[in-house]
C-alpha cells in the first residue's frame, strides 16, 4: 500500500527510512565504546602485570625478572611509588625497617648491661645484697643498702662498697650510653625523724640523688638522669619482721628502654 489517507482528505507518506537512523546511532555507540575499551587496554596493562605479578607473590610464588609490583613504594625498575597504598599503617617500609632496628639495636645493649651486672653479682657473691633482673621498663639494679650503700639512717655512701657502683657507671656509660636512667630510693616502714630527714620521704630521695650524683661524678651524663624518692610506699615485702624490711631498705637503679 503505497498510502493513506490523512483525516482531511489528504495523503500521508511513510519514512521507511527511519530504522537506518536508529542503526546509524548504534554502530556509533559501539564503535566509540570500543575504541574506550581499547584505550584503556593500552594505559592499564603495565599496571594490570604490576597486579598479577604482586598477587603471585603475596601466594608464596617467586617473582623474576626485576618487573616493579605496584605493591612497593618506590622499590620497582624505575622508584615509582605504588598505586595501592598499605593497609597495615601509616608508616612506610623503610620507616618500619628502621624502627624494628632500634628496637633491636636497644634490646642488644639492655641484654648486654643485665649480662655485665649479673656477672659481676656472681663474681662478688653478692645475690643476698644485690640483684638484677629485666622487665618492660628495662634493666633493674637493686641494691640493698644496708652494709652495702648506706648505714642505717644515713645517706653519705660508703667509701669501702663503692666498687658495685663503678661497675654500674661502667654499664651505663657502655653498652646502655644512651638510655635514660632513674634512680629510685626506698626504706622500710620504720619512721625517722632527725634533723636532716624528717620522714623517711626525705630519706629515700636524698638516697636516691646521693647516687645519682655519683654516677654524673663518673661521667654519665645528667641529661639521662632521674632521682625519686618513695619513702615507704613501694615494699617489695611486708615490713613485719627486720628480716624482710632490711630487703625494703634498697636503691633501685633502672635502666629505661629507649623504644
Do not use: C
Amino acid at each position: 500500500m503505497a498510502g493513506r489517507k490523512k483525516k482531511g482528505g489528504g495523503e500521508e507518506h511513510e519514512n521507511n527510512e527511519r530504522w537506518l537512523l536508529t542503526y546509524a546511532d548504534m554502530i556509533t555507540l559501539l564503535v566509540a565504546f570500543f575504541i574506550m575499551l581499547y584505550a584503556m587496554s593500552v594505559m592499564n596493562q603495565a599496571k594490570f602485570q604490576q597486579l598479577a605479578i604482586s598477587v603471585r607473590s603475596g601466594f608464596g610464588e617467586s617473582v623474576t625478572g626485576g618487573v616493579p609490583t605496584i605493591f612497593s613504594r618506590g622499590g620497582g625498575l624505575n622508584a615509582t611509588p605504588s598505586i595501592v597504598n598499605s593497609s597495615k599503617s601509616g608508616d612506610s617500609s623503610s620507616d618500619q625497617f628502621i624502627k624494628d632496628a632500634k628496637l633491636r639495636q636497644d634490646a642488644n645493649s639492655l641484654d648486654k648491661a643485665y649480662l655485665a651486672v649479673k656477672a659481676y653479682i656472681e663474681k662478688n657473691h653478692l645475690e643476698s645484697q644485690m640483684r638484677v633482673a629485666r622487665n618492660e621498663r628495662g634493666v633493674i639494679v637493686t641494691v640493698m643498702t644496708d652494709k652495702m650503700l648506706f648505714a642505717r639512717g644515713d645517706a653519705s655512701l660508703r667509701p669501702e662498697e663503692l666498687s658495685l657502683l663503678n661497675t654500674v657507671a661502667d654499664v651505663l656509660n657502655k653498652p646502655v650510653a644512651q638510655n635514660p636512667v632513674r634512680v629510685e630510693g626506698h626504706t622500710d616502714n620504720l619512721p625517722i625523724h632527725t634533723t636532716q630527714f624528717p620522714s623517711n620521704w626525705e630519706l629515700s630521695t636524698t638516697r636516691a640523688t646521693t647516687v645519682l650524683r655519683y654516677f654524673e661524678g663518673r661521667g654519665v651524663a645528667p641529661l639521662r638522669l632521674e632521682a625519686a624518692g618513695y619513702a615507704d610506699q613501694r615494699p617489695l615485702v611486708k615490713n613485719d619482721t627486720e628480716e624482710k624490711r632490711a630487703q625494703n631498705r634498697r636503691v633501685e637503679i633502672v635502666i629505661l628502654r629507649r623504644y
